[in-house]
């Protein structure tokens, strides 16, 4: 049974920085997407950043482009986001998503029905 557990989240203010881990369980592969999302209260789920685990190819919404770095450790089955000078608009819950054996080369921008498993989210929250 695959399992995705985000942690790392956590109240900081403004300017400040956080990194946050998916840890897979239950799957380890080489040609998948790992993709992080956010939903801040009374909006939509949106994109964050992704990165294909084959090749550490990476995706970056325009939100987030130059502040945030997504990475990936295939010892520890694990994928990173670090996010730096982070704003009050950042603030949500942060979630992270696994789509299993993706084609090399394709567009790292999935949507949120393309990935195939879930995590239950870790809350940032940053204060101005």
């Known amino acids: 049974q695959v399992q995705l557990v985000e942690s790392g989240g956590g109240s900081v203010q403004a300017g400040g920085s956080l990194r946050l881990s998916c840890a897979a369980s239950?799957?380890?592969?080489?040609?998948?997407?790992v993709g992080w999302f956010r939903q801040a209260p009374g909006k939509q789920r949106e994109g964050v950043a992704s990165?294909?685990?084959?090749?550490?190819?990476?995706y970056y919404f325009d939100s987030v482009r130059g502040r945030f770095t997504i990475s990936q450790d295939n010892a520890k089955n694990t994928v990173y986001l670090q996010m730096k000078n982070l704003k009050p608009e950042d603030t949500a819950m942060y979630y992270c998503?696994?789509?299993?054996?993706?084609?090399?080369?394709?567009?790292?921008?999935?949507?949120?029905?393309?990935?195939?498993?879930w995590g239950q989210g870790t809350q940032v929250t940053v204060s101005s």
């Open positions: 998503a696994l789509k299993i054996s993706y084609p090399a080369g394709w567009s790292l921008r999935l949507r949120e029905y393309e990935y195939d498993y």
């Open positions: 239950g799957h380890s592969g080489s040609r998948d997407v």
């Open positions: 990165i294909y685990t084959g090749g550490g190819s990476a």
